[in-house]
């Protein structure tokens, strides 16, 4: 079981693409458990996660996430945003088992 966790704004504008990118991981027979939060939930959340995205919108926040991140050996990434802005499931799915691979 993977766990992704994305982080945005507000944790509502990944919510289409977390869909998509549940129905990329079905269609690829992943199991993975993949949600998203408000920037504020996501330092709490991080510690169940496998890897973290962050929207493109808080790629400013980066730094601060990743002193927790790295602490407790959790990948993160900026989601790209031309993945984003086109809602690309897959690509960010396969974003993020890379980072989960190459930890």
Do not use: H
Request: aromatic residues 4%.
């Amino acid at each position: 079981m993977k766990r992704i966790l994305l982080a945005c704004s507000s944790g509502m504008s990944t919510s289409l693409l977390v869909s998509k990118m549940k129905e990329a991981a079905e269609a690829k027979g992943i199991e993975a458990e993949i949600w998203a939060v408000a920037q504020d939930k996501a330092m709490k959340d991080i510690e169940r996660a496998d890897v973290l995205l962050i929207g493109p919108q808080m790629r400013f926040m980066k730094k601060k996430f990743s002193t927790v991140a790295d602490q407790i050996g959790v990948p993160l990434d900026v989601i790209d945003p031309v993945a984003y802005g086109r809602i690309d499931g897959e690509a960010v799915l396969d974003k993020a088992l890379e980072l989960i691979a190459n930890k």
